[in-house]
């Protein structure tokens, strides 16, 4: 089973197999997140606590009665534990280095994808008399945003506009986006988010398709899970999810055999029925050829390079851990 854990320094994924026991679930949050003591919810948006301690150490997960496979975690500092010092600070609490700024978020460019980028995926589709293919986004840690605002507001240059729309739905329900939800205080989040180099992810998918009214159809195309965000909607569009990078899905009017688009993207359509399974069926072949050009960051595994002092370190942790000791927030995907 597959298990998203998100955690203070942020989300990673545990795969566990059906023989796992809660021990082994425990053992792998803490390995994740670096907590020793911490409290869990699951069900986003609608978080109930996930009490561990009330089960068997050698009970098996998938005995417990919560189906977790595809859940994701929220896990957090238990109230009242110490907390722990960071990697390059003494327990005096010394900082490592005075520049040192939890909040800043980190500047993370991938690796070229010639590949992808000069000849991206073309997928016929007689049904529509046109060719599904990818629409890629700049990488400039606002790629959620221009992959929404493409697809549903008919620019990329929509940006700032969106995350407002974010800080405003969740200073309008600080219930509902509470500070164990966000791993930040609301108004905290709200003003991180609005910073042009924050990058989104879960929650602002859920908050935008809920404010547009539609369903958005998230791929992550490492595992080719679908992740849908406000589903019910007659409207949908469709996201493509590479690790640290989103982009967004498009028809393209051509000719028959429909195997090669000619029109320019202001032709493209973003925008689909819901109930069209051709739609998320070409999406995911496309997603297919994506996968088979690796066209995507394993963010627990991948290595990074500070663009500042050249270290390399491993995963997005590794990067968050290196940035909380020097100050350094600029990095690039090692080759």
Not at 91 to 96: E, F, K, L, V
Request: proline content about 7%; hydrophobic content about 30%; overall charge negative.
């Amino acid at each position: 089973m597959r298990i998203r854990v998100r955690g203070p320094e942020g989300q990673s994924t545990v795969i566990l197999d059906d023989s796992a026991t809660v021990d082994n679930l425990r053992t792998q949050i803490t390995d994740k997140t670096g907590l020793t003591a911490f409290d869990v919810k699951y069900g986003y948006p609608n978080l109930k606590p996930l009490e561990l301690e009330g089960y068997s150490g050698s009970q098996k997960v998938t005995e417990i009665g919560i189906k977790l496979n595809g859940e994701q975690l929220i896990v957090t500092r238990q109230e009242g534990a110490p907390q722990p010092a960071p990697s390059g600070e003494d327990t005096t609490g010394t900082p490592a280095a005075s520049s040192r700024n939890p909040d800043r978020p980190l500047s993370l460019s991938r690796k070229s994808h010639e590949d992808v980028s000069d000849d991206p995926p073309e997928i016929p589709s007689p049904d529509h008399s046109g060719t599904f293919v990818l629409r890629i986004m700049p990488d400039d840690n606002s790629c959620l945003f221009r992959a929404i605002g493409s697809a549903i507001m008919g620019g990329m240059d929509t940006m700032n506009e969106l995350r407002s729309i974010v800080a405003q739905t969740i200073q309008a329900n600080s219930d509902m986006y509470s500070e164990a939800v966000l791993e930040k205080k609301p108004d905290d989040y709200c003003r991180w988010i609005q910073n042009e180099d924050s990058w989104g992810g879960g929650i602002e998918l859920s908050i935008l398709s809920k404010h547009f009214d539609i369903e958005i159809c998230s791929i992550d195309v490492q595992t080719l899970r679908v992740d849908r965000f406000n589903e019910g909607p007659p409207t949908r569009c469709v996201l493509v999810y590479s690790g640290i990078h989103y982009d967004t899905i498009a028809l393209s009017p051509s000719d028959a055999p429909f195997t090669h688009t000619y029109a320019p993207p202001d032709f493209d359509t973003k925008v689909f029925d819901a109930a069209d399974p051709v739609v998320l069926g070409k999406s995911l072949e496309v997603c297919r050829v994506l996968q088979e050009k690796h066209y995507y960051t394993d963010t627990a595994g991948f290595r990074i390079r500070c663009n500042t002092c050249g270290g390399t370190f491993t995963g997005e942790k590794g990067a968050t851990q290196h940035a909380a000791q020097t100050g350094h927030y600029d990095f690039g995907e090692a080759g």
